[in-house]
């Protein structure tokens, strides 16, 4: 029998490394960027079209290439960072594998010109998945100036995989920020399809973050400096109250590499315990410089997992000098001692201006066309037929006296009951035919400022109220999508906004679209925007800034999801404008929100899929006090 087992041709190989180093347009942007650091770099240009996968360029001034080494650099597990084994517990270099260049170039096409500051004239190498196609000397500029084009050009299946522009453009960014805030002392630019997104100067590490996170979060940091014979700490941590929803801005380096940790980010999540919001996440940008030789980086080729080799000291450590240094700025955890009025169904409180603690008109302003309307749109007839679906619930309840109602319970069988739910799907829509609903006999009311308890003759429906009012406004601004004219309640003085760069080119992207939700918000350079108008059915008092921020923050969640555009626009746009947990409602809010939600198409989930609405029948109760 001839033997079978061969070895595989360097093509080849080189494309199967290729499936761990070079992910997406962003892994080939860490890599380029990381080899432009170690070669002692002080300006880095970087330069990408359509995301990275038309071209991914990187020029630096660093130390260059002989032209021996321009052509070796491509050959896998070759490395100018270590000699033998024991220096991988020695590395200080961002890259040390030899496996980078060999992977990209297997799946892309490489050009690349580089010069020694001694050298008269550089070299030029161009390869195509492997193969060279070219070597040269060549005129260039002193450093490297590497293009890489058409990513995954000989892997069609791999290019299909990639996501949409937007996606992929946000990954890059990521990469980008998170080695440009490690690197403060080097110029980095970026440049997307002609446009430049970040031009960050050598500076001092508060200002990078500033330039990278946007002027705005020069007010939340707050230092950390702690330093022991075993481990140096330093950066910067945010204020509780500017904590956010998302985890974007959450950042650990260990020597100079980003590193992702979940025990880690555990320590600091502890430091700022009882200080934080649920749900809510702080900005952190924590440096650790350690002995080389008491970390493991070589645990995957992304180098991003790393091993301690004593966790639970670097745990305790971290925890504690994030909690020293927001003792040191006076930032404790305050006690409430307001009364508790979410009892009272007829509580009213004054609640701040902005989005989360929107006015009690927020309900209100979204309408719902009365019975003598003569004209309806498609959409209003929909509403109009579930609602009267839905009224039906409520028909024929009389006030129960409860000692008669248990009595007759205890002397009658229980009558056959079928949930909301079920009932819906089975036939498409509600009647009253079993008995199990019913007309309620006092007004909704609230529990905690967050639940609303509305009685129908079966029990009684406990509802979320802001997973109810999401799904009313993600229906809701579907529908404007389908609109020519959206209605739009024009601002009286135009109002400025600023974002980060990132967030900045991510709305550029959107603007499109999120003006077709009734706002009219237009470019005015550098990062900045000009507000003209927003949609009618938010407060008059509503804070843009925070508005649009919290929408961005939420549509960067459901990057990664294959959603159509306008659908995650209505997704985040109805998260960030719904009324939040603990707002106070009047009975009339409460039952206009029940109203509308029960005119949805789909009532039962909000846009995330939380429950809007749980059903309590009465025999469940009575078995709960019978328990």
């Known amino acids: ?18 499936g761990e180093v070079v992910q997406r347009p962003a892994s080939v942007v860490k890599e380029l960027l990381e080899n432009a650091i170690d070669a002692g770099s002080t300006q880095i240009k970087l330069i990408v079209k359509d ?45 040390f594998r030899g496996e980078a260049l060999a992977s990209i170039a297997a799946v892309t096409q490489v050009e690349v010109k580089t010069r020694r500051q001694a050298d008269e004239l550089g ?55 998170r080695i440009a805030i490690a690197h403060p002392d080097i110029f980095f630019s970026l440049h997307h399809n002609n446009t430049e ?38 950066g910067f941590v945010g204020k509780p109250e ?12 260990v020597n100079n590499r980003f590193i992702k940790s979940a025990y880690l980010n555990h320590a600091v999540m502890g430091a700022y315990e009882d200080l934080l919001q649920k749900d809510a996440y702080p900005l952190y940008v924590i440096f650790v410089d350690i002995d080389p030789s008491k970390i493991d980086i070589n645990v995957h080729p992304t180098k991003q997992e790393i091993k301690f080799e004593d966790e639970k000291l670097i745990y305790n450590y971290l925890k504690v000098s994030i909690r020293h240094a927001l003792g040191q700025y006076s930032i404790t955890p305050t006690l409430d001692f307001e009364q508790e009025t979410s009892f009272n169904p007829y509580a009213t409180q004054a609640t701040p201006s902005g989005l989360g603690n929107a006015p009690q008109t927020n309900l209100e302003k979204i309408t719902i066309p009365s019975k003598g309307n003569p004209s309806f749109s498609p959409s209003e007839k929909r509403q109009k037929n579930n609602l009267g679906n839905w009224e039906k619930l409520y028909n024929g309840l009389q006030t129960i006296d409860e000692s008669t109602e248990l009595e007759n319970n205890e002397n009658s069988s229980p009558e056959k009951s079928m949930t909301i739910e079920s009932e819906w799907s089975q036939k498409g829509e509600l009647d009253d035919s079993v008995g199990s609903f019913s007309k309620q006999s006092r007004a909704p009311y609230q529990i905690h400022a967050s639940y609303i308890v509305s009685q129908i003759k079966s029990g009684f429906l406990l509802i979320d ?81 925070k508005t649009i921020e919290i929408l961005l923050e939420q549509y960067k969640l459901d990057l990664d ?50 429950n809007c609405f749980i059903t309590y029948e009465l025999d469940e109760l009575e078995k709960r006090f019978l328990a």
């Open 1 to 18: 029998m001839a033997d079978i087992i061969q070895l595989l041709p360097d093509s080849i190989a080189n494309q199967i490394a290729a």
């Open 51 to 95: 995301a990275g996968k038309s071209l991914i360029q990187i020029i630096d001034n660093g130390c260059g290439m002989s032209e021996t080494d321009a052509r070796m650099s491509f050959e896998r597990h070759a490395t100018s960072k270590i000699r033998k084994a024991e220096d991988l517990f020695a590395v200080r270099t961002m890259g």
């Open 123 to 177: 070299s030029r190498i161009a390869i195509e998945g492997s193969e060279i196609k070219a070597q040269e000397a060549c005129q260039c500029a002193a450093g490297t100036n590497f293009q890489v084009k058409n990513l995954f050009f000989n892997i069609p299946a791999r290019r299909n995989f990639l996501k949409s522009n937007t996606v992929e453009m946000r990954h890059i960014l990521d990469e980008f920020q």
């Open 197 to 234: 997104v970040f031009h960050l100067p050598s500076t001092n590490l508060r200002q990078r973050i500033v330039g990278v996170f946007g002027n705005h979060c020069n007010k939340k940091l707050v230092p950390v400096s702690e330093e022991t014979d075993i481990i140096k700490l330093k």
């Open 242 to 253: 500017f904590s956010k929803k998302t985890r974007g801005e959450q950042l650990f380096y």
């Open 465 to 545: 109220q802001q997973a109810a009012h999401e799904r009313i406004l993600y229906e809701k601004y579907l529908e404007k999508f389908q609109s020519e004219n959206p209605a739009t309640q024009k601002t009286l003085f135009p109002q400025n906004i600023n974002f980060a760069p990132a967030d900045a080119a991510l709305l550029k992207g959107i603007l499109p679209q999120i003006n077709q939700l009734g706002f009219d918000v237009q470019e005015f350079g550098n990062d900045s925007f000009v507000v003209h108008g927003l949609p009618n059915d938010l407060p008059e008092d509503t804070n843009a800034q």
């Open 561 to 610: 999801v294959e959603l159509d555009t306008k659908e995650r626009i209505a997704k985040s746009m109805a998260h960030a404008a719904a009324i939040k947990r603990g707002q106070t409602l009047s009975p009339t809010e409460m039952q206009e929100l029940i109203d509308q939600l029960f005119a949805c198409s789909v009532p039962y989930k909000n846009v995330r899929g939380r």
